[in-house]
């Protein structure tokens, strides 16, 4: 026998004995649900026969109550019926009659006093007498008659009232007085009222309570009640109920629908409560169980030949296939092999995967090390091109007449060119801030249209359109954030646009009120971008186009990370190569906030004071010599010790003062000069190369007025100390 045919006859063995044993289970669970269905129906029905017999003591305690009224020892009946009133007050549905001996009516608590009244015993029409219920008698005059002849309290059976025209039930008891009967006191209700009992049970949607008189009257049903109330119950229902005065059997409905039925006759009332459940319904638990277990016993079967089957092709299909798989895993292919069944089997498909895990990660570590030499390349090659143009321009700046054009061409190199890596150094520092969650913001509130007018000016001014037509299109939307981060979201995009448009395109910015965002759209004339290219042109070191030489590729991923870490986002469209882009980043707006006159300073553009206080002393001479060449009085130290000093001999308007200082540092020097010129405000400007949020709260505590992150060129400068002023 082959393999599966042994996992056959072992799937056989183990689940036959168990089906059989099942069977013998589910017998006994169905007769023993069975049992406790019928113990449920059977206390529903008891539970409702008594609320009724409730009913009927509460209504009689209320006419034993009234029949012992003083008003009627008097004969006072006018106020009697004023009690009788009240007391039926609180039940609409039910009125009290009062009889003399003769039968007729004195008061009916529903009628005004001194109205009209039919008597019974004389009104009252048999059966049929009704056409809208043949077999209820029209009038209730035999409980009355009943009550005269025995002195007995009498509930009576359903009958037609004289009054409503409605079915109704009536309890009546004798009113004694000196051992003569001297009324009959009724109180009449409506069969309403009882089956309004019967649904405080809640029966089940698909079960039915009837409550039925001792002549097999439906007197009160929870369905269809207006067209059962009144009518005779079926004969098969009738033998049931004369047979015994609790049981359950299975009957018919009057419709033939197999029904399931519990009943229980009531001691004090004579009357039988009833519980019907269809057949179908009833047994329905059973039926399903049983219809579950031969599911079941089938499922079992079928899915235990699967198993044999599918068992028995893992073991031997997988026994030839992992040695074809090995090459697969190799090349880091997945393998869709399956060796769980067999634990030796799986133990060889462990050490192949683990073989093929080993060899891509041989792979992935020389990717990686190629990437890392390919970007250590790049950012060689990135700074060195600016280096070789500061060098070449320091060149010229010491052998040229200060006054000529090849000096002022140099200038401008250096300026350009330091410009260039400040931006470069400070992209890869905001990159890695962001990637080990150390980057914050510095949030304010201003109008993004005039920051991003303010930059496109600057760049104007620096020459940064010569090449390009720039066409500027904004309308003023306010946002909550960093300008400076928000500047530099700016200058990458309209970078990027630049280098990518041949010379003498357009490239267009505007900025505009989306529906609560603020939308900055960058669109130009260049080289376009491939649906592929779109997808991860934000990834890091991701570069695209003939341009792809320049750069290190992570001016963009710092665009997409700034505008997120904003709450924003940042996309960008492109028709296909050739055919331009559209870099669109999306800002959470805010309201622009009241107008208010712009403070005016006074010292704008004056001469002023200034103390440097740097330990780098090619920095300190260059910020010395651009003050000096701006008309400032200029005092220079190397180190905090020196710059206190030189302040106390000359107090300066402004101290301009690295943090990092051989001896004391900034903050300290600070604090001092604030202590030491308390009656005289000195300007504190605090230039270090860390810009951390915390960085700027430590200098701020420390009094200064100013945090300026290195590099900073002379424009900055002069407008800083203009603002300060």
Known sequence: MRLRSHLIVLVGAAVLPLLLFAVLIVRQDVGERREIMDRGMQDTVRARSLAIDGEVKTSLAVLQTLAASPFLDRGDLAHFHEVCTRAMRDRPDAYVVLFDPTGKVLLNSGRPFGAPLPNPLTATRPAGADPRYPDVPLGGGDPVKNVLESGAPVVSDLFISLVTRAPRISLDVPVVRAGELRYVLEMSIDATQLTRVLEAQRPPADAVLSLVDRRGIVIARTRDAPGRVGKAIGSEFAQQISASDVGSDVGHSSKGTPVYRVHARSPLSGWTTSLGVAKSVALAPLSNTLALLAGGAAIAIVLGLAAALLIGRRISAPISALAAAAGKLARGEQDELEVHAVRELEDLHRALVAAGVSARQVDEVQAASRAKDEFLAMLSHELRNPLAALTAAAHVLKIANPASDEAMKAAAVVERQTRHMSRLISDLL?????????????????????????????????????????????????????????????????????????AGKTVHLTVEPGQGVALLRIADEGLGLAPEARQRIFELFVQEGPAADGGLGIGLALVKRLAEIHGGTAAVESAGPGKGAMFTVQLPSVPAPAAAPLPVSSHRGACRTVLIVEDNDDARHMLVAALTLDGHQVHAAPDGESGLQLAERSPPDVALIDIRLPGIDGYEVARRLRAANERRRITLVALTGFGQTEDRRRAFDAGFDAHLVKPVNAERLKRVLAELQ
């Open 430 to 502: 905001d990159i890695s801030r962001i990637t080990h969650g150390k980057f914050a913001l510095d949030r304010e509130r201003f109008d993004l249209a005039e920051a991003v007018t303010r930059l496109v000016s600057v760049w104007r001014v620096w020459g940064r359109f010569e090449r390009h037509n720039v066409a500027l299109h904004t309308a003023a939307v306010w946002i909550d954030a960093d300008r400076a981060r928000i500047d530099q979201i700016t200058a990458n995009l309209l970078d990027n646009a630049l280098k990518f448009t041949p």
